[in-house]
């Protein structure tokens, strides 16, 4: 049964849901937490009847912190560690995020709009509140990472980037703020001083 063209029984529908929901946890985070305007809101819609939709390429999120910084976050949820040739038995906790194509548009969206991209990975448990979130900068997380053919249970995926978890073991977000984590949340409204001469 199909609603509005969206085939809830889909493979795909379930994994477009877990990262939907891991959406909403980062953008309350910092929408509640740290008082953030969402301006975007990437709509994944066309991906089940496999339209291309330009606009789904984006990241997930851009946010304007409020003292008027404006930034972007992919979220990638992944609930275990890859497993993919190299790495057998998940040695280094690798953590697939994402094909060299997305990497590359974030990178391109972040140079057009001049804006800095951050990618926040959840991992393992709830895609609603995961055991672990990362927030990385884009090109941190992709100067880390490397190409490996990544293992599912339905079988092996192109070439994804994998990054092992202990190089940002320290930008874990699980202690309720992320102030730490992005820069753009910590900065002080800078004065007009032309307004304050008379």
């Not at 900068?137 to 339905?154: E, G, Q, R, T």
Request: glycine share 6%; with cysteine.
């Amino acid at each position: 049964m199909r609603t509005f063209d969206v085939d809830y029984n889909d493979a795909r529908f379930n994994s477009i849901l877990k990262g939907r929901k891991f959406e909403i946890c980062v953008a309350k985070a910092l929408a509640d937490g740290e008082g953030c305007e969402i301006l975007e809101w990437t709509p994944d819609k066309g991906f089940l009847s496999n339209l291309n939709v330009k606009q789904n390429g984006n990241p997930d999120l851009v946010l304007k912190s409020r003292d008027g910084a404006v930034f972007a976050v992919e979220c990638k949820y992944r609930s275990g560690y890859a497993n993919a040739k190299g790495f057998k038995h998940y040695p280094g906790r690798w953590i697939s995020w994402a094909s060299k194509s997305q990497a590359t548009r974030y990178s391109e969206f972040a140079s057009k709009r001049n804006i800095p991209v951050y990618v926040a990975l959840g991992v393992f448990q709830d895609a609603e509140n995961p055991d672990k979130k990362l927030v990385v900068p884009l090109a941190s997380l992709i100067s880390k990472s490397a190409n490996k053919d990544v293992y599912f249970a339905n079988g092996k995926s192109p070439e994804l980037l994998c990054v092992q978890h202990k190089h940002f073991y320290k930008t874990c977000a699980n202690a309720g703020s992320w102030k730490g984590l992005i820069p753009e949340l910590n900065r002080e409204k800078q004065v007009d001083l032309s307004e304050t001469i008379s």
